[in-house]
């Protein structure tokens, strides 16, 4: 049988209007047809190193490698493979903290109070284990202050791991600076740039990045992979493994690597690379359109983080006056979140929004608009009409109230 | 030239055409399961529909099943996260569980590859305080089937707890009573044909579990991440077809391995079959042909047009003797000279006569080497 797919097709979702692009995105139809033939005729184990099924496999995981380390100039053998960011947040952070104590008595882990809530786990994992861990706050703008950074970063100091693009808020961290300062302090800088990487862009010498975590799904790829750019020289970088076993990924990464998903992540690294561009200009061109109009016809509302540091594909307002579950509730026919995907099953204030300063107590609804490559202009005019109307309507029936 | 011959399922086996079909249908469909609106809602019912699947094919309860990247992961979190203070392992384990944990202690085995009972029970009964035994349901390289349900009483006697890595056993063997004997259980989707990247550990009620992974709080606050989602739906299918058609299909490639061996001895009568006199899964054989050196016994069939193995596909970069063939007491110049070969779903008969055409070539070379 066969799933070859028909090229008329996208996979742009149809119902309701999907604008949650920070929590998953569709995977781009050229890149389900970039992985196809991997489950099939050529479904070898890239770790076989016999016959011709796994040499083809390896290569192929090779060539994937090569196109995630071009979209941030660096050596596809500096590129491992994992299941997803998570993964590669959990790895060089209690990987490289662990190895760094061991190796030089570096026992200290800086990180910013907004980071994705694998990092924050992660560094708490290791002050568990005895390190010091400092997680500086941000600013109103969601960014870090450079000045605190430089204060925090010692001679003790294992690892900073600040985030390129926060998930919530779409704030892009000054990545260059922070290298600079991690680099004279002699602390290895980790970025997890799941939501930053096709997006903004990022070149792990010119920021001096040491590690970076790349997501597959955030990314129009498949869920389930991800990677880990990990530096090999200068300095030359090294983490203790997670998992063991068959020595995969030059012993950092055992299990079989899945070379569908992995071509996958590949070919959507390439596609980003090359649209990038093009594309952050559309999408900036949308969600200045978008905001225009909720702040034009919606009083009070504001948006949180950042104006000009920000990826062009994700808004985060504030609408005073309105309960958040109020309004998720109300909104019909559009796809948005009201904080991470991760935690938006469970109800509970955002960690990121509460670093930004928003009082915990009002009655306020944030709301996360996430824009992507599917996303239309009609889509954008549609989705503000609910939008306009939805919050107009349970406004005037607290009012009526 | 036709594709070559692939006998290396237990490497990895093609993916069943209802699992892609369900990893494409999951690709397309999108959306993240924890998200609230509907597409998250969507991808949600896929995400238990697969664990449902998954869970049946063990005669596990659902809720006992967490998706991992693979049996890896899977093997490392059993052993590492559950804080067992001793770790008792057989010598033929997969290097996943080998490497698991340094202090680990190793049970031997015997000649067959089957645990040597009594010695387990001795070490047992040597050790006090909290012990995780972990011993494989079917070993990757020789297809032997461990006596689980023995190891299993000597484990619960001793109040230790057992971990069963079953990557090469679904759809090979009843995984019922497997599951029944254990509290931990590593599954691997792209051996039994669902895609790769992966896995499942089955834990069960009540058992000790600290997670690795941190930060999201997915399945159940188990293992962070967003999950693989076509992937599982991929493993929730093959898990389906496997449940329903195992026995038949499990027949029929034995069938297809028997008369493979039976020609193999044939053509070469010296030949040593690893484990042939235990029980085994009817998809392996091990076969070693003294006199030439596996990797060109592997070669010479590849360039014939059969893809085999010398070993298992992880180490197999690195041509390292097999620690299986050790632990069962062969000799260097015998372990080196042995050649895996797996079957399963798409196995046909003429792959097995393409086989044991090379197959003739090799024993003939090795009567003149």
Redesign the interface.
């Known amino acids: 049988?066969s799933?070859r797919?028909d090229h008329e097709t996208t996979?742009r979702?149809a119902q309701?209007i999907?604008l949650?692009y920070q929590?998953?995105?569709?995977?781009d139809p050229r890149v389900?047809d970039a992985?196809?033939p991997w489950?099939?005729?050529r479904?070898?184990?890239p770790?076989?190193?016999?016959?011709?099924?796994?040499w083809d496999a390896a290569e192929a995981v090779d060539q994937a490698r090569d196109a995630v380390a071009a979209e941030i100039g660096g050596k596809g053998r500096d590129i491992l493979f994992?299941?997803?960011?998570?993964?590669s947040?959990?790895l060089a952070i209690k990987g490289a903290g662990r190895r760094r104590r061991e190796a030089e008595g570096r026992d200290k882990i800086v990180t910013v109070a907004s980071e994705?809530?694998?990092?924050?786990?992660?560094a708490?994992?290791l002050e568990r284990e005895g390190f010091e861990v400092v997680r500086l706050p941000i600013g109103r703008d969601g960014l870090v202050d450079l000045d605190a950074v430089e204060e925090a970063l010692d001679e003790r100091t294992a690892l900073i791991s600040v985030m390129a693009v926060n998930n919530e808020i779409g704030v892009i961290q000054p990545l260059g600076e922070i290298g600079k300062r991690a680099r004279a302090a002699g602390a290895w800088f980790h970025t997890d740039a799941a939501q930053g990487f096709g997006k903004i862009p990022l070149d792990v010498d010119e920021m001096a990045i040491d590690l970076m975590s790349v997501?597959g799904?955030k990314i129009y790829g498949?869920?389930?992979?991800g990677a880990l750019y990990m530096r090999r020289k200068k300095p030359k970088v090294q983490v203790e493994a997670?998992?063991?076993?068959?020595?995969?990924e030059k012993g950092v990464r055992?299990?079989?690597?899945?070379?569908?998903?992995v071509v996958g992540l590949g070919a959507a690294a390439r596609i980003a690379g090359r649209e990038r561009e093009r594309e952050a200009e559309r999408l900036k061109g949308l969600r200045d359109r978008l905001l225009e109009r909720l702040e034009a016809e919606i009083d009070g509302l504001f948006l949180n983080g950042s104006r000009e540091a920000r990826i062009a594909g994700n808004l985060n307002v504030t609408i005073p006056g309105l309960e958040g579950q109020e309004l998720?509730a109300a909104l019909d026919g559009i796809?948005?979140?009201s904080g991470s995907?991760?935690?938006?099953?469970?109800p509970g204030a955002s960690h990121v929004l509460q670093a930004l300063g928003l009082e915990a107590g009002k009655v306020a609804a944030s709301i996360r608009l996430g824009l992507g490559r599917f996303t239309t202009q009609e889509e954008v005019e549609t989705a503000s009409d609910r939008l306009i109307e939805t919050v107009g309507r349970l406004r005037s029936r607290r009012g009526a109230a | 030239m036709s594709a070559p011959v692939y006998l290396d399922y237990n490497a990895t086996a093609p993916c069943r055409p209802c699992a892609a079909a369900a990893a494409a249908r999951a690709l397309e469909s999108g959306g993240n399961p924890s998200s609230v609106h509907s597409a998250g809602r969507g991808a949600r019912a896929t995400l238990e529909s697969a664990r449902r699947a998954v869970a049946a094919l063990a005669g596990a309860a659902p809720e006992a099943v967490l998706f991992t990247a693979g049996a890896t992961e899977a093997d490392n979190l059993a052993l590492r996260a559950v804080d067992a203070e001793r770790v008792l392992v057989s010598a033929v384990e997969h290097d996943a569980v080998l490497a698991a944990r340094a202090d680990r202690e190793i049970a031997p085995v015997d000649g067959q590859g089957r645990l040597d009972l009594a010695a387990l029970e001795r070490a047992l009964s040597s050790g006090a305080g909290d012990t995780l035994v972990s011993v494989m349901a079917v070993n990757n390289e020789t297809g032997v089937v461990q006596p689980i349900e023995d190891v299993a009483a000597l484990v619960r006697a001793a109040g230790a707890r057992l971990h069963v890595d079953a990557a090469q056993a679904a759809g090979r063997m009843e995984l019922a009573p497997v599951w029944s004997a254990a509290d931990y259980l590593s599954l691997s989707a792209h051996k039994m044909g669902g895609p790769p990247g992966v896995g499942a550990l089955l834990i069960r009620a009540g058992a000790p579990f600290q997670p690795e992974s941190l930060g999201g709080g997915q399945e159940r606050r188990r293992r962070a991440g967003t999950e693989n989602l076509p992937g599982i739906a991929g493993f929730g299918a093959a898990a389906q077809e496997l449940a329903e058609g195992w026995r038949a299909e499990a027949a029929r490639v034995e069938a297809l391995r028997d008369r493979l061996e039976a020609g193999v001895r044939a053509s070469a009568p010296q030949v040593v079959i690893a484990g042939a006199d235990a029980p085994r899964v009817g998809n392996t054989s091990c076969i070693a042909l003294r006199g030439l050196p596996a990797e060109k016994q592997v070669m010479a069939l590849d360039l014939d047009g059969v893809a085999v193995s010398a070993g298992s596909a992880c180490s197999s970069g690195k041509v390292t003797k097999s620690h299986v063939l050790s632990a069962m007491g062969w000799p260097d110049d015998l372990a080196g000279a042995a050649i895996r070969v797996s079957l399963g779903w798409a196995t046909r008969d003429d792959d097995v006569d393409r086989f044991l055409a090379a197959y003739e070539k090799l024993a003939a070379k090795a009567k003149a080497a």
Do not use: W
């Open positions: 049988m799933i797919r996979n979702p309701p999907y949650d929590a998953t995105t569709p995977t389900v992985m196809t489950f099939f005729e479904f070898g184990n770790h076989s190193a016999e016959h011709k099924y796994g994992t299941s997803g960011a998570t993964e947040n959990n994705h809530a694998c990092v924050l786990e992660s708490a994992r997501s799904h498949p869920k389930g992979v997670l998992m063991d076993g068959g020595g995969q055992s299990g079989t690597l899945p070379t569908p998903l998720m796809a948005v979140s995907a991760c935690s938006s099953g469970a």
